[in-house]
């Protein structure tokens, strides 16, 4: 069996060197400003320090990808073809961009950077990835994390691209880059400014017994202290419903935890996807390396024909534990 790319995140450089140390294939980095849908205060690159990592990766077998996927802000074009260009300048092996107009620009204006559609484009059909795929020439898409292993598979029969899927961290429950949920609590539009619940927006307080979880002064969680806390979304928030004159509070579709679908790589595999990706962008070093190493163990034991080995990572999933996500569909 071929071997799965694996593609890492690096948020900063020195994640960056251990993504690659672990046995990273690829690792995806964004510059320091709206461009990348990571924009969050300590993380990201320079310019010098983005040419210093793709030279890092480079020496050791490793690929570099740069994330410039977020949509320009009206009037302010120029800061994402100046990324593009960046990106190119330093040497990296692709750009991973999700607003057309991006991507029309670098198709045209750096037709040797290779172009990667982001998660953020949520294109989730043949139809629409062919689209891309013959407009501006791009060679792989990142799927959204709304598709079963055998929509995936069917996708892959009827495209001429390479797919990208997500198998561990963070679950976005929503097709990306069509949540206003964050932008609607925060005034902070995650497909502009590239954040995701702002921390400044982010308050826990102590009420008696229990840890309260807000974001922008609404409620989302409010758990025992000693519990596992859930990253603070909207879409993972806890709310109250009523059926049948029954008021219950739950999650709307899964329970605040990661995706893991380290079991699911064969079945991956066999769909005709080409590269994993593990989410993690603003994770500490050892998050990176302990994700990327167990990962590359499991990358390297399915190609040689042999069983994954048992994976640790349950003490690294939010709120403790792991779903399958879409993949499944469980709660359809």
């Given amino acids: ?5 694996l593609v890492c995140p690096a948020g900063t450089p020195a994640a960056l060197r251990a993504a690659v140390d672990a046995g990273a294939h690829a690792v995806y980095c964004g510059f320091a400003d709206e461009t990348n849908a990571r924009n969050f205060p300590g993380l990201n690159f320079s310019r ?12 050791r077998g490793a690929k570099v ?14 800061l994402w073809r100046e990324a593009v260009a960046d990106a190119e300048t330093a040497g990296a092996d692709a750009a991973i961009l999700a607003d057309i107009g991006v991507l029309a620009y670098a198709a045209e204006n750096h037709p040797r950077l290779r172009r990667h559609l982001s998660v953020q484009a949520a294109a989730a059909n043949p139809d629409a990835i062919n689209f891309y795929a013959e407009t501006f020439g791009v060679r792989r898409v990142v799927l959204p994390r709304v598709l079963t292993v055998a929509e995936i598979a069917a996708i892959n029969r009827e495209i001429d691209a390479e797919t990208e899927v997500f198998v561990f961290g963070g679950l976005c429950v929503m097709a990306e880059g069509r949540c206003a949920l964050s932008s609607w609590a925060t005034g902070e539009s995650p497909n502009l400014s590239g954040a995701c619940s702002p921390a400044a927006h982010v308050v826990y307080a102590e009420e008696a017994d229990a840890l309260v979880l807000k974001l922008g002064g609404l409620t989302l969680h409010r758990s025992p202290k000693d519990a596992p806390q859930p990253y603070p979304t909207l879409c993972k928030g806890c709310f109250a419903t009523e059926q049948g004159g029954a008021r219950r509070e739950s999650h709307v579709f899964e329970d605040p935890m990661s995706l ?14 080409t590269a994993l990706k593990i989410e993690g962008r603003q994770r500490s070093r050892a998050y990176v390396s302990a994700v990327v190493s167990s990962f590359r163990k499991a990358v390297d034991a399915l190609a040689a024909g042999r069983p994954a080995p048992p994976g640790a990572l349950a003490a690294l999933c939010e709120g403790g534990d792991a779903t399958q996500g879409a993949y499944r569909k469980t709660w359809r």
């Fill in 260 to 273: 893991d679908a380290a079991t699911l790589l064969p079945d991956l595999a066999a769909a005709g996807v």
């Fill in 48 to 59: 010098a320090e983005l040419a210093t990592g793709v030279a890092y990766a480079h020496a």
């Fill in 1 to 5: 069996m071929r071997k799965l790319e």
């Fill in 65 to 78: 990808l740069v994330a410039i996927n977020t949509f320009p802000i009206p009037g302010r074009e120029a």
